[in-house]
């Protein structure tokens, strides 16, 4: 308790903050490393000898409601080393911070990864937009396809593939995620068949594929990797067997709805709209019985159509029992909610 905020603590690692200043919607904070010495890419020596500075701008995290630019004095450095090729060299910071020619921070980075493969292309530019740190489209695939590559080389044995939305309901690519290592490893432009299954063929180390259960990856597999195991991942289990449970319910709805009792109505436990359909159904009933008494005592059509007022066709209907109706009550709620 009662520790104060501080300037610093905006920073990311290895940098001090000199300055803020609040525009508007905008924070642009000024910020320089923390080190006094840069090490050269070529030859690996430290130097401290300064050639010159510049400023870089890249974006980070919201601020408070407002977007974040950093300014970033960077600095040119001398290698003095005798047999290196390299004479000048430029500032590196640690790549999970700031890459050498990156435009947002390293955690900037990191949601949107996370917001371009959970939403898609489109989807998650818009909604990055709203949450102040702009990326567009292109960024976000961009993105998530350069985080996918960096597998770090490990075989791989266990993969899931499904489709991915560039833009959903519009544009649909495929994905691949590394199952053991829980990261996706690639996305594919498209879902063509002969797509994922030339991707998949160059990794013979695959030995099983998680997939829904649309025949199109499940083809591209067996192609590809005849000894692959094709298996239903957890979340297409659960959702099979829960659609097969509600089939199974729908289809007994009205022998279940007839051991709890729910065939007998009470009006008052109607909600308004279904109130409303009661008093017609009411109504007709009363129509239709009054139709069959006249008929009963002997009235033509004709007649029954002059003293009720309704028409030749109802008339006919009621007496070729065809406006038979019943009152429905409203289908069970989590059979309407089920899923798609
Ligand atoms: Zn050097």
Redesign the pocket.
């Known amino acids: 308790m009662g520790q104060q905020f501080q300037r610093a603590s905006l920073a990311p690692d290895g940098f001090a903050v000199d300055g803020v200043t609040v525009e508007g919607a905008r924070v642009q904070i000024r910020l320089r490393s923390l080190q006094s010495f840069g090490h050269?890419?070529?030859?690996?020596?430290r130097?401290r000898r300064i050639q010159s500075r510049y400023l870089r701008r890249p974006a980070d995290l919201p601020l408070g409601g407002r977007q974040v630019e950093l300014i970033v004095i960077a600095r040119r450095f001398w290698?003095d080393?005798v047999l290196?090729?390299?004479r000048i060299?430029c500032e590196r910071f640690e790549i999970g911070v700031l890459s050498p020619y990156g435009r947002r921070t390293g955690r900037l980075e990191t949601i949107v990864h996370h917001l371009g493969l959970a939403l898609g292309g489109r989807p998650a530019a818009a909604f990055a937009l709203r949450l102040m740190m702009p990326v567009s489209n292109d960024t976000l695939l961009r993105v998530v396809r350069r985080r996918s590559i960096q597998t770090g080389g490990a075989e791989l044995t266990v993969i899931g593939i499904d489709d991915f939305a560039f833009r959903r309901g519009q544009t649909y690519g495929t994905i691949v995620c590394d199952l053991e290592r829980r990261r996706p490893v690639t996305l594919l432009p498209d879902r063509a068949l002969d797509t994922s299954r030339a991707w998949l063929a160059e990794r013979p180390s695959i030995v099983t594929v998680a997939r829904d259960r649309g025949g199109g990856y499940g083809e591209a597999i067996a192609k590809a990797l005849p000894h692959a195991e094709q298996v239903a991942d957890r979340w297409r289990l659960l959702e099979n067997s829960s659609r097969a449970f509600l089939d199974a319910v729908g289809k007994s709805m009205r022998q279940i709805r007839r051991v709890i009792g729910s065939s007998v109505i009470d009006p008052k436990l109607l909600t308004c709209a279904e109130r409303l359909q009661y008093e017609g159904y009411l109504r007709r009933q009363e129509t239709n019985e009054a139709i069959l008494k006249m008929s009963k005592q002997g009235a033509a059509i004709r007649q029954i159509v002059r003293e009720t007022g309704h028409s030749r066709k109802l008339v006919r209907d009621v007496l070729r029992d065809r406006r038979t109706d019943v009152f429905r009550t409203r289908p069970v709620r989590w059979i309407a909610g089920r899923p798609g």
């Open positions: 050269c890419p070529d030859c690996g020596r130097s290698c080393a290196c090729g390299r060299f």
